[in-house]
């Protein structure tokens, strides 16, 4: 191929002839003429194409085969009437390195896709940061939802230090309805 990845390929192809006095006249022996252009038609497209083209585009190649085939055996009154690869061999001691190569291509891809992922998130926590950044409270109110969702998973051990009460009360009392009172202090309902 030509990625130099040796293979082996089994074809077949279907042929008429519609001048049996050219097929006669033209070519000296068209039973060997007409294998062997297709032979070496083949080698020459393999040669040309990578192996993963190999593997996918397998009736397009066919296709590509055929045309090139006609070119040679129309002038002999043979035409093909269908080219098709039947299978494509690797040889056993490529196949592990073939795999692995597209193992880490598929790992490369899954690393570039989180990589996105993990800016799309700073980006998302920058902008969560500067909402936070002038409302401690809603910080505070925050810090404690995280802390409600670990306490939730099951075994978890969560060491709470000692102001996060003082905290706690803070964020309570700035989350709770406040009332003027007569003298101009502010009442909070607890």
């Known amino acids: 191929t030509r990625d130099a990845v040796p293979i082996f390929v089994d074809a077949i192809i279907f042929w008429m002839i519609w001048d049996a006095a ?63 690869i039947k299978d ?28 996105s992922a993990e800016i799309e998130l700073a980006e998302k926590y920058s902008q969560a940061s500067q909402k936070y950044k002038g409302n401690t409270e809603a910080l505070t109110l925050r810090s ?14 969560i060491l709470v230090p000692s102001e996060v009460p003082h905290l706690m009360n803070k964020a309570i009392a700035a989350a709770l309805p406040k009332r003027s009172t007569a003298s101009g202090e502010v009442d909070i309902d607890i």
Do not use: M
């Open 22 to 84: 050219k097929a006669t006249l033209e070519v000296e022996n068209y039973l060997a003429a007409v294998p062997l252009s297709a032979k070496t038609a083949l080698r020459d497209i393999i040669g040309k194409t990578t192996l993963a083209r190999l593997l996918t585009d397998r009736n397009e190649i066919g296709q590509e085969l055929q045309n090139i085939l006609d070119a040679k055996t129309n002038p002999w009154g043979i035409t093909s009437l269908s080219v098709e």
């Open 88 to 115: 494509i061999v690797i040889p056993k001691e490529l196949e592990d390195s073939i795999s692995r190569e597209a193992q880490a291509e598929r790992e490369k891809n899954a690393r570039v896709i989180l990589g």
């Open 144 to 157: 404690l939802n995280l802390l409600l969702d670990a306490v939730k998973s099951k075994g978890s051990v």
